[in-house]
């Protein structure tokens, strides 16, 4: 092995044991000084290069990591390009027989409301007799007991009278069958 190599291999980033070049750089008085020479430089490099930068640039790199890292808050009418339905809307099996499941009970409960509605003429004093009739029952106090779900109640109660308006017998549903009768 030439002086030559031995000194390219000892300036590569990383040196690996290698028996010859270590007996060369024993045997050669000018490799052995150029390999210490090599060996001081490196020690006081590294403890010289090796500072840690100011406060104020750590904290300045902190923020613009945590900036990077989090995406800005945007309003919700601006993320809505951002939206999947089609993760949300994807039909799976289970959902699928839950939908036609109540779009069958659906389709049930407004026929019987229709038949309920037109088999039956309401008037409004029958109301207020019904509500003299439950206060003085002697089941008054269990139904204080029930919780009752007002929203759905509210909501079924539309539903009805919806129905009742359109049916043959109601108001809106009169006045269609009159127009749609056929001579």
Same mark, same amino acid.
């Given at each position: 092995?030439?002086?030559? $190599?031995?000194?390219?291999?000892?300036l590569?980033?990383?040196?690996?044991? $290698? /028996?010859?070049?270590e007996r060369?750089v024993a045997?050669?008085?000018?490799?052995?000084?150029?390999?210490g020479?090599?060996?001081? =430089?490196? /020690?006081?490099?590294?403890?010289?290069?090796?500072?840690?930068p100011?406060l $104020?640039?750590?904290r300045?790199?902190v923020?613009?990591?945590?900036?990077? /890292?989090?995406?800005?808050?945007?309003?919700?009418?601006?993320?809505l390009?951002?939206?999947?339905?089609?993760?949300?809307?994807?039909?799976?099996?289970?959902m699928a /027989?839950?939908?036609?499941?109540?779009?069958?009970?659906l389709?049930?409960?407004?026929?019987?409301?229709?038949?309920?509605?037109?088999?039956?003429?309401?008037?409004?004093?029958?109301?207020?007799?019904?509500?003299e009739l439950?206060?003085?029952?002697?089941?008054?106090?269990?139904l204080?007991?029930?919780?009752?779900?007002?929203q759905?109640?509210?909501?079924?109660?539309?539903?009805?009278?919806?129905?009742?308006?359109?049916?043959? $017998?109601?108001?809106?549903?009169?006045?269609?069958?009159?127009?749609?009768? =056929?001579?």
């Open positions: 092995m030439q002086c030559a $190599d031995v000194t390219e291999r000892l590569e980033e990383e040196l690996a044991a $290698d /028996a010859e070049l060369h045997e050669c008085a000018r490799c052995s000084h150029v390999a020479g090599l060996a001081r =430089l490196d /020690a006081v490099l590294r403890s010289t290069l090796v500072v840690s100011p $104020d640039l750590q300045q790199l923020r613009l990591a945590n900036e990077a /890292a989090l995406p800005p808050s945007l309003p919700w009418w601006r993320r390009d951002q939206l999947d339905l089609m993760g949300w809307l994807a039909q799976h099996p289970q /027989a839950a939908q036609g499941l109540a779009t069958i009970l389709a049930l409960t407004t026929w019987q409301v229709f038949g309920w509605l037109s088999a039956f003429r309401p008037v409004v004093g029958d109301v207020g007799y019904a509500m439950l206060a003085a029952s002697p089941a008054a106090p269990y204080g007991g029930l919780q009752i779900d007002l759905s109640l509210g909501l079924w109660s539309l539903v009805g009278i919806a129905g009742w308006l359109v049916a043959e $017998d109601g108001p809106i549903g009169r006045r269609l069958s009159t127009r749609l009768r =056929l001579p």
